[in-house]
């Protein structure tokens, strides 16, 4: 069985992505690589792409899991753009299968130009971080952002600031969401409470209590803090300790 979809913006693509065959063909730039999957950048008429593809979807059972990681990625970054959330547009997609068990598959993202990932900003020391109104601008667009995934009962679980793009306009991008599920109850408080964990664990290191708070109260919509607020932070504050 094989499933594959270009989307029709990209039609003129289909030389390159109009199948499997062809995804699997190209030759690119290697981001990433590892023994289940690998993303190679390549570039067409001035614009970047990003193919991630899948040569398993694991061991024993998890071949014939319908939910794969590719699909569920898929779903999600299509979730981020029906909520607003700003996220990479998707090129193509699709897996192949025979007799019930995964083959391969692929996700085609197109770049977002002139953006890089937070996390990368703080590792060369980017003057940025330390102006004080492109820190709050950025800081309420992923307050923002966040709030609305966690509003329709979503967790990214892997909201860290290597999956958070920024591009010179200081427009904030989410991206990389293989995990992210939907959770109700105690579940979805703990997972909320992850999310915004792992965005404060660099965050402690690169920014000011104030901004910090800033932040909080920027995903709270609160101009005080409440009971609730005060022992969400607590939470926060002491989720990764002893697992640094």
Known sequence: ?????????????????????????LQGETITKDPISEVIRVERAGTGYYIKRYRSAGKGFRRYISRTRLRTEYRNLKRFAKWGVPTSNIVA????????AFVRGALITEELAQTQDL??????????LSQADWVRKVSAQIAQGTRRLHDNNFTHNDLKWRNLLVDVEGRVYFIDCPTGSFWFGVFLQYRIIKDLACLDKVAKYTLSRTQRLRFYMQYAGHQQLDKRDKKNIRQILKFFEGRE
Do not use: H, Q
């Open 1 to 25: 069985m094989l499933d594959w979809k270009l989307e029709d913006r990209y039609k003129a693509r289909s030389d390159d992505f109009g199948s499997l065959d062809a995804v699997f063909s």
């Open 93 to 100: 997609a699709g897996l192949e299968r025979k007799n019930g």
């Open 119 to 128: 996390a990368a900003l703080v590792n060369k020391a980017d003057e940025r």
